[in-house]
Structures are given as structure tokens and as C-alpha cells.
Nanobody, 122 residues
């Protein structure tokens, strides 16, 4: 089992920055990759991938995150970060940290944190 706790969300003006953190505990050695998903208000299709980082520190981003967001991890602190710059109102969402265990093939399957709210005002 892995437990995830997100923090760092809040209210920010357009153009501002936030850094989200995801502190992991438990069997973190069983995790193959870490990602951030987000679900905007009223979005019924479910959370969408924002950024992903593998154990080997390879990264991947959604088109909307490229060039603005950076995912990173500190393996000593068992913490994953999402640095978000140049925020726009469309970034408003609940952001979830997700840990995918080794052997789980489907992205988005695994352990989910409860999420942290990010609100960007215009």
C-alpha cells in the first residue's frame, strides 16, 4: 500500500505560479511511475493526465502543460512536485497525485491522493 498526500494548491492570479507537492509513504519501492492528474470543475469525463515521471526520471506532459509545468521528484524525501508557471484560468482544477505500481499497465491505475484545489483567477 502507498499513501499519497498532496499540498500546495490555492488561489493565484493568472500569470502566477504554484508548486504542488505529493508526499508518499508506505511501499514506495513498488511504484513504477508518478503522475499528476487534474479534473476541472464540471468536467464529467474524469481526470486527465497533466505530467508523468518514471523511476528513471523520464518525463511526459500534456500539450497544455508543456513549457509551463515541470514535474520532478525527490527520492530521498519520497516526494513528487509539480511546478506550475504562467497559470491561466483554464488550469483551475483539483490536482491529484497518482502512483502506478510495477506491473500495472494502465495509466491512471494505482494509488490516488485526495487532491488539492488550484484556482486561477483572471
Amino acid at each position: 500500500q502507498v499513501q499519497l498526500q498532496e499540498s500546495g494548491g490555492g488561489l493565484v492570479q493568472a500569470g502566477g505560479s504554484l508548486r504542488l507537492s505529493c508526499a508518499a509513504s508506505g511501499s514506495v519501492e513498488s511504484i513504477d511511475d508518478w503522475s499528476w492528474y487534474r479534473q476541472p470543475p464540471g468536467e464529467r469525463s474524469g481526470p486527465k493526465l497533466v505530467a508523468l515521471i518514471t523511476k528513471g526520471d523520464n518525463t511526459r506532459y500534456s500539450d497544455s502543460a508543456k513549457g509551463r509545468f515541470t514535474i520532478s521528484r525527490d527520492s530521498i524525501k519520497n516526494t513528487v512536485y509539480l511546478q506550475m508557471n504562467s497559470l491561466v484560468p483554464e488550469d483551475t482544477a483539483v490536482y491529484h497525485c497518482v502512483a502506478r505500481p510495477i506491473g500495472v499497465t494502465k495509466e491512471g491505475d494505482g494509488y490516488w491522493g485526495r487532491g488539492t484545489q488550484v484556482t486561477v483567477s483572471s
